[in-house]
C-alpha cells in the first residue's frame, strides 16, 4: 500500500524518537513531511534485510542509483541519475537493527534528506519493506520540491525502486551477503569493545 503524507498531517509515532521492542528510545529521523511506500517480498525478513544493507548491489536492482562507494564504516557514497543527470552524494547511517530498521542522512546541504527502512515479518512467511523519505530542500530547491506534483514523483520513483528490489531478491532466493552490526547515533556498537590502552608505547605485559 502506497502512502503519500503532505505537511498538513502528522506522521504516527514519529515525534522525533521511537521506543524498540526492548522498550529503548532510539532515534527516528523523520517528522511530518515524508513520502511513504511499502511492498511485501517472498523472502524472509532476515534474507530481505541483508541483501538491503548490501548497497554495493543497488545498481543491479535500482533505475537510478549508478554505483555506491563506502567511505568509512556508517558513510557511503552514492552517484544516482536518470539520462544524461548525474549526482554523487554521501550519506551517512544514524540508527541500524538487524533484520528491523535501518535510518539514514543525507550530508549534503542544499538539498538534505532523511529516509529510514523497516522489515516487519508477514503471515505467509515472507517480508514488508517500508520506506520512508523526507527531502529537506532549501531556497529555490524548497519551492520546486515543495509542491504535491514534487511528492507524487518522488513516491513513483522510491514504488518502483522497491518493485525492482522485490523481483531481484525473489528471483536470488537468498541474501549475496550480510553485515549484521548495530549502529546507534552514526557509531558501529562493538559487542566486545576493544580493552583501553596503555598511553605508554609497547608497555610490558607480565
Known sequence: MAREHDSQQAVPNMPGMRPD???????????KQH????????VPVRTAYNQWTQFKTFPRFSTVVLGV???????????????????????EIVEQDPDSYLAWRGLEQHPSH?????????????????????????????????SSRAAQVTARLVRRELHNFKQFI????????????????GRVQHDHPEPPRSRVAQWPVG
Open 114 to 146: 532523511q529516509g529510514e527502512v523497516e522489515f516487519r515479518p508477514t503471515e505467509s512467511g515472507g517480508a514488508s519493506v517500508t520506506v520512508r523519505l523526507l527531502l529537506e530542500p532549501h531556497g529555490v530547491a524548497k519551492v520546486l520540491t515543495g
Open 69 to 91: 562507494e563506502q567511505l568509512r564504516p556508517t558513510v557511503t557514497a552514492w552517484t544516482i541519475g536518470y539520462g544524461p543527470l548525474r549526482r554523487r552524494f554521501a550519506v
Open 21 to 31: 521492542s526492548g522498550g529503548v528510545t532510539r532515534r527516528r529521523p523523520l517528522r
Open 170 to 185: 525473489e528471483g536470488l532466493g537468498q541474501e549475496g551477503g550480510a553485515w549484521r552490526g548495530t549502529i546507534r547515533n
Open 35 to 42: 513520502v511513504e511506500e511499502t511492498v511485501e517480498v517472498a
